[in-house]
């Protein structure tokens, strides 16, 4: 399929986007979109420096999601702490079952604010978990560029629930959610 680039993107006034990584897009899309207060998610890649990556060819990438939200139904500072809870941050080589750099965790921020927001998150994760700023492996990274993924990586958790299901419960994520 077409990749298309997604920014500059029309928001409406109100929204506002955020993108993470944290393992499989799937699982990440369909952990943030229930969310009241985000108004979507998109499975894509972000992070690498090849144009118009595919899920076939998307090195140097980690498969993200882009959020799009209302700050004034649910702050940047709340969405992180959804994310956090859905990663395992003490892992920076891949998450759960799946391994190498595409699936690490990564916040990728836009702006100061979301760079502060997401460094006092990670703070806060360290605390919580009694560990120490250097044992979280998540990266924050400054957001470059979002790449929407193919179709058939959208909604995929509702379009393919068995499948997603399965791949969920064998790649042990929420076994592993539930020990961090």
């Known amino acids: 399929g077409l990749i298309l680039l997604l920014f500059p993107t029309v928001l409406h ?47 140097g990438h980690q498969e993200a999601v882009l959020v799009r939200f209302n700050p004034l139904k649910i702050s940047y500072q709340k969405l992180l702490r959804s994310y956090w809870r859905n990663v395992d941050p003490l892992d920076g080589d891949g998450q759960f ?20 927001d997401a ?8 605390n919580e978990l009694g560990e120490q700023n250097d044992s979280i492996k998540l990266q924050i990274k400054d957001f470059k560029k979002f790449w929407i993924a193919e179709d058939y990586h959208q909604n995929f958790a509702e379009l393919n629930s068995l499948k997603y299901n399965f791949y969920r419960y064998s790649c042990g994520r929420d076994k592993r959610l539930e020990e961090v």
């Open 119 to 126: 460094i006092e998150s990670l703070e806060f994760a360290a």
């Open 97 to 116: 079952c799946d391994r190498g750099d595409s699936y690490r965790p990564v916040i990728f921020v836009r702006d100061d604010n979301q760079r502060k």
């Open 13 to 59: 006034a109100s929204e506002q986007e955020a993108i993470f990584a944290g393992g499989c897009f799937w699982c990440l899309e369909h952990d943030l979109e229930g969310l009241s207060g985000v108004s979507s998610v998109e499975s894509g890649y972000s992070g690498g420096p090849i144009l118009n990556p595919t899920y076939r060819d998307h090195q």
